[in-house]
């Protein structure tokens, strides 16, 4: 497929604003988008340079990169957390300080995308792939998808068990996060900013109650500050490295973010605007990742403080974990498995939204489908909910096997992506699809050099967990078949999508990609 130019682009952008029957493909119909006031779309003021920084402004730009930052305070991330302050204490909080940057670098360039081209990630693949590497990319996609949810309406489940004392057992919990997405969901007829209202009070009561529990159990502030501050890794602490890093790059929620940022009314056409909102899109997103990341902080730091160097450090688990604080901290005005389990059950709920937010945005934009948002809402939900209400009736009774079952779902996160972030990179870069806002040259390479550490850190956590839980020929065989054609097909999005010329170049030219 030849690569898109700039009057290609534009014109295809309003030949399609002015379908109706398009209307429902896209991320944001008009009539749902949020105004941005003192904008006069007739006016050529501002066309090329960004009006002044408005404080209002930024309010009505502020939303979606609270939306985005759910992803990185999932059950998933919760359980890193806690697993990796059990096991290593405080020395892995400079790590996750520079996780949380990495990631922030990541979900900036998907914003900039979303905004520059109008379009999100998803769309924008279907047209610069040819179609086998479309539905292969969708495909990974939807795994991903699927993958990340198991985990977090298993986390919600947990909560909701917790919470009513066992008298709800996990399937039940299942049922009952499926219910509340669809009742959450139904909040987007009435605004976005309702919508995003709901997740501004679900990131508070995390906010709330994992600071709580920091006070409760009073961590080691020196020791905090020391863990921030100075890089320390040991060879004992290399997997919960891994998983820390492992745990902030969300496959779907590099997709997510592209679509998000289009709630906004931003002519794109007008390069000024464009300036304009991905200021404040960083802004946003910058003090959603700070306040994911303190979040974060007080989880690690509580369970490092309860359980760093004890017998239970190693069989620490979501499913567990409220209940080794309730016998060393227990007691006191709200006992802390409670307060443990309300901010697990607003991580669970949350994520679960995002995440059918994303497979909608996900399957629309690849499949090039026309159906209403509802419809694509019960077919991604369906999707994630059949398979979660099979683990939950196998597993509730075996909190071993479902600990198994998160190391396989987190090994299945890491597979998928290089699948996101490499047709990012490469979209970012091409100024066929960016125009003036394609990335230069100095954040092409850190933006690559990101990817390879990401990609490289994901790898080893893969080649580690097989190499220890793969056995037996015919099984070791399926492996190494899936494991060749993997690698070729990251090698062929990688070539693709350097943007450097010389022998990528020629390589990319000889294979005809």
């Known amino acids: 497929m030849p690569p898109l130019t700039e009057d290609h682009r534009h014109r295809l952008l309003e030949a399609r604003e002015d379908d109706e029957g398009e209307k429902e493909e896209r991320a944001y119909d008009s009539t749902e988008k949020v105004h941005i006031v003192g904008v006069d779309e007739d006016s050529d003021d501002y066309a090329t340079e960004a009006p002044p920084f408005s404080w ?85 996609a939807e ?122 009314d931003v002519n794109n056409k007008k390069i000024g605007r464009v300036r304009e909102a991905i200021t404040y899109y960083s802004i946003e997103s910058g003090v959603a990742l700070a306040i994911s990341f303190v979040i974060n902080l007080f989880v690690t730091t509580v369970f490092a403080k309860a359980f760093y160097g004890t017998e239970q450090a190693k069989s620490i688990g979501l499913i567990n974990a409220g209940q080794f604080l309730e016998e060393k901290y227990g007691g006191g005005l709200l006992p802390i498995l409670y307060i443990w389990a309300i901010g697990l059950l607003a991580a669970g709920q949350s994520s679960t939204i995002t995440g059918t937010y994303a497979g909608q945005f996900i399957m629309g934009g690849f499949l090039d489908l026309r ?95 097989f190499s220890s839980e793969v056995s037996g020929v015919v099984f070791t065989a399926v492996i190494l078949i899936l494991t060749a054609a993997y690698i070729c097909f990251v090698v062929y999005l990688v070539l693709r999508g350097i943007p450097f010329s010389g022998l990528a170049g020629n390589v990319r030219t000889a294979l005809g990609i």
């Open 56 to 140: 209002r402004k930024l309010w009505l730009f502020t939303g979606p990169g609270f939306l985005m930052s759910i992803a990185f305070l999932d059950p998933g991330n919760l359980e890193g957390d806690l697993q990796a302050g059990a096991i290593a204490g405080y020395s892995l909080l400079w790590l996750l300080l520079w996780a949380t940057a990495m990631g922030l670098l990541v979900q900036l360039l998907s914003a900039r995308l979303g905004v520059a081209t109008g379009r999100h990630l998803a769309e924008l693949c279907r047209e610069e792939y040819p179609n086998w590497a479309r539905m292969l990319l969708w495909a990974m």
């Open 143 to 264: 795994v991903a998808l699927i993958g990340a949810d198991i985990q977090e309406v298993i986390g919600s489940a947990i909560a909701i068990k917790i919470l009513s004392h066992g008298v709800l057992p996990l399937w039940a919990g299942v049922v009952i996060t499926a219910l509340d997405c669809f009742i959450f969901l139904f909040l987007e007829n009435y605004g976005v900013r309702k919508l995003e209202a709901l997740f501004a009070v679900l990131i508070a009561t995390m906010a709330v109650a994992f600071a709580w529990m920091f006070g409760e159990t009073k961590p080691s502030g020196a020791e905090l500050l020391i863990g921030v501050l100075v890089p320390k890794l040991s060879s004992k602490t290399i997997k919960q490295a891994v998983g820390v890093v492992g745990c902030i790059i969300m496959p779907h929620n590099v997709f997510l973010h592209s679509a998000l940022v289009q709630s906004r």
């Open 371 to 465: 159906l209403k948002k509802w419809l694509r809402a019960l077919i991604t939900r369906s999707f994630a909910i059949i398979p979660t209400l099979m683990v939950a009736l196998v597993f509730d009774t075996s909190e071993g096997s479902l600990d198994v079952l998160n190391e396989w779902l987190n090994v299945l996160q890491s597979i998928q992506i290089p699948f996101a972030l490499v047709p990012l990179l490469y979209l970012v870069s091409k100024s066929e699809v960016m125009g003036v806002f394609k990335i230069g040259p100095v954040l092409q390479t850190v933006s690559w050099i990101v990817a390879v550490l990401l990609i490289g850190i994901n790898g080893y956590l893969m080649v580690d967990f």
